[in-house]
């Protein structure tokens, strides 16, 4: 296509000029030579360009789909995060939950607890009472024999 350009350019060139109006006189015959020839290139240069546009378009189409696949594969993951979010938040609630339940369980453990060491000193209270109050009737048991039984040689003061 570029020669048949050439020789237009050519033919442009070598024809004459008139000498009032610029205007040119170009053999006809050479002329319409050069267009059919250039009519004959034409298709191939269509081709060409049929070729390109169809590449041209199945790049777009590929690009396309390509930006397509990104943006679900981006919303894909945008999702999962979402329900990770959700999973930790969910477990974070849990977590507070399970402590908030062990803290009530450990406060009535305690309570528990101290109740059943109160009930263990009020009952070992209760047998210290009654071991002093044997002691001490032991001890009055032992006074009224000594004092009854008469003097003995040693005063209690200086046992």
Do not use: C, W
Request: hydrophobic share 40%; proline share 2%; aromatic share 2%.
């Amino acid at each position: 296509m570029q020669s048949l350009i050439q020789q237009l350019e050519r033919l442009v060139d070598n024809a004459m000029r008139m000498p009032v109006g610029g205007k040119l006189l170009i053999d006809e015959g050479a002329m319409r030579h050069l267009v059919e020839e250039m009519r004959a290139a034409l298709p191939d240069g269509q081709h060409e360009a049929q070729r390109l546009t169809g590449e041209r378009e199945r790049i777009l189409s590929d690009a396309r789909a390509q930006a397509r696949r990104i943006v679900e594969d981006a919303h894909a993951q945008a999702g999962t995060r979402l329900d990770d979010q959700t999973v930790v938040v969910a477990a974070r609630q849990r977590a507070r939950d399970i402590i908030a339940e062990s803290e009530k369980t450990a406060a009535q453990l305690r309570a528990d607890t101290d109740q059943y060491v109160m009930n263990q000193f009020s009952m070992m209270e209760a047998r210290l009472m009654r071991v002093l109050r044997e002691v001490q009737a032991g001890q009055r048991a032992l006074t009224r024999q000594q004092g009854a039984g008469g003097a003995t040689d040693e005063a209690p003061s200086e046992r």
